[in-house]
């Protein structure tokens, strides 16, 4: 490459982020710029690429550079837009978009873009006039049809939603976007049935479409069909064991089926996918611990302390399982440690209480009645139990 030569380094930049490797790109492209600083397309390129990278601050300051260069560069203004909405500054972001289309009235990327973040600032009406007006130009354009009944959907509309993602799918049939909309928003208004019909029709056009079939699977479930349910999540992790999403929905029937073998079974796939998820970490130890495999369950939540030495949930459980295998004084030591980090934690108390009771240690769970309504005086449990010791002239104030 020769040096000073800005446009191959403008190319070569776009070629480095076209492949992910966005630090090369913003490098090659800053090099570009220092060259000539006025070079519209590397800025405008250095923007891209800084936004790709999540440095949506330096994106948005290369790009009004660009645009104070050229105030009306549609390319810059329309990659400023989205910036500023990534960046979550909205009002900016329309604002923006506003002006490109003061510039170019029919510029149908923009007024798209423009009603996209309408509905994400929660301005609906606006959204849905600014959609309607792309299909008053472009009667057939699906994307803007496609926008419009998500719009519609989440303005709780969904009956103009569905009529208006069924004429796109009446434009194109095998439109898979309005086809997994149209699938949503029947999910969403509680018609299970034809929710699973949508999105067999995209299995039947993609049959490994694994997404589809963990929509259908999760359907299922909420239809009360839970066979079917785990059937077509199973299909969905045959085409991709990965998927954490349908191991989760799976995960779920299995807990409210009390499938506990399946369950753990299941939860041992979704470690080997990210062995340090917690909540999945936790619930496996949950499950050896209903299933009576103590050891198994305390050495889980061994793994789960180490991920997150002071998470309560995970102590707590930890605890219990302990007091379960009759380990009370470890058992102890964790539960004050739960407390020490959320004093507020009453199930900690309550586990705590009992594992005292076990050990006789009897004026020490009296402390706990009294610490645990201090935590929470107005605690049901903890009250019936200082009632019961009044009663039986234990109590001490």
């Known amino acids: 490459i020769e040096p000073d030569n800005v446009r191959i380094l403008n190319e070569l930049g776009i070629s480095y982020r076209e492949n992910k490797q966005l630090d090369k790109a913003i490098e090659t492209l800053k090099k570009a710029i220092k060259i000539e600083p006025h070079a519209l397309p590397s800025l405008n390129e250095l923007g891209i690429s800084y936004r790709e990278n999540k440095?949506?601050?330096?994106?948005?300051?290369?790009?009004?550079?660009?645009?104070?260069?050229?105030?009306?560069?549609?390319?810059?203004?329309?990659?400023?837009?989205?910036?500023?909405?990534?960046?979550?500054?909205?009002?900016?972001?329309?604002?923006?978009?506003?002006?490109?289309?003061?510039?170019?009235?029919?510029?149908?990327?923009?007024?798209?873009?423009?009603?996209?973040?309408?509905?994400?600032?929660?301005h609906f009406d606006k959204a849905i006039e600014t959609f309607k007006k792309i299909v008053e130009i472009k009667p057939h354009d699906l994307a803007s049809l496609n926008q419009l009944g998500i719009t519609y959907r989440?303005?709780?509309?969904?009956?103009?939603?569905?009529?208006?993602?069924?004429?796109?799918?009446?434009?194109?049939?095998?439109?898979?976007?309005?086809?997994?909309?149209?699938?949503?928003?029947?999910?969403?208004?509680?018609?299970?049935?034809?929710?699973?019909?949508?999105?067999?029709?995209?299995?039947?056009?993609?049959?490994?479409?694994?997404?589809?079939?963990?929509?259908?699977?999760?359907?299922?479930?909420?239809?009360?069909?839970?066979?079917?349910?785990?059937?077509?999540?199973?299909?969905?992790?045959?085409?991709?064991?990965?998927?954490?999403?349908?191991?989760?929905a799976l995960r779920i029937i299995y807990r409210e089926n009390k499938q506990l073998d399946k369950l753990n079974e299941t939860l041992k796939k979704m470690i080997e996918i990210n062995p340090k998820d917690l909540a999945t970490v936790n619930e496996l130890g949950i499950t050896y611990r209903e299933n009576k495999q103590l050891d198994k369950a305390i050495e889980t939540f061994k793994k789960a302390i180490e991920i997150e030495p002071e998470n309560v949930l995970v102590l707590t459980e930890f605890g219990k399982t302990l007091c379960f295998n009759n380990s009370y004084q470890e058992a102890i030591s964790i539960l004050e440690n739960a407390i020490k980090i959320d004093p507020h934690n009453i199930q900690s108390y309550s586990i705590l209480y009992k594992a005292y009771i076990h050990e006789r240690n009897f004026?020490?769970?009296?402390?706990?009645?009294?610490?645990?309504?201090?935590?929470?005086?107005?605690?049901?449990?903890?009250?019936?139990?200082?009632?019961?010791?009044?009663?039986?002239?234990?109590?001490?104030?």
Do not use: C, M
């Not at 034809?194 to 259908?216: C, F, M, R």
């Not at 402390?367 to 009250?383: C, E, G, H, S, T």
């Open 55 to 122: 440095q949506l601050d330096k994106a948005i300051e290369t790009l009004k550079k660009a645009i104070k260069i050229e105030p009306h560069a549609l390319p810059s203004l329309n990659e400023l837009g989205i910036s500023y909405r990534e960046n979550k500054q909205l009002d900016k972001a329309i604002e923006t978009w506003e002006k490109i289309i003061e510039i170019e009235p029919n510029d149908l990327a923009s007024i798209n873009e423009l009603g996209i973040t309408y509905r994400e600032d929660n």
């Open 154 to 248: 989440e303005n709780n509309q969904p009956d103009k939603a569905i009529e208006t993602l069924n004429k796109a799918i009446e434009i194109e049939p095998k439109d898979f976007r309005s086809l997994n909309e149209l699938g949503i928003t029947y999910r969403v208004n509680n018609q299970f049935n034809k929710a699973i019909e949508t999105w067999k029709k995209i299995v039947g056009i993609k049959p490994n479409d694994y997404i589809s079939l963990y929509l259908i699977g999760i359907t299922y479930r909420e239809n009360k069909q839970l066979d079917k349910a785990i059937e077509t999540l199973n299909k969905a992790i045959e085409i991709e064991p990965k998927d954490f999403r349908s191991l989760n």
């Open 363 to 397: 004026s020490e769970s009296i402390n706990i009645v009294k610490r645990a309504l201090i935590a929470k005086p107005n605690d049901k449990k903890f009250l019936e139990i200082k009632h019961g010791l009044i009663k039986k002239k234990f109590w001490i104030e």
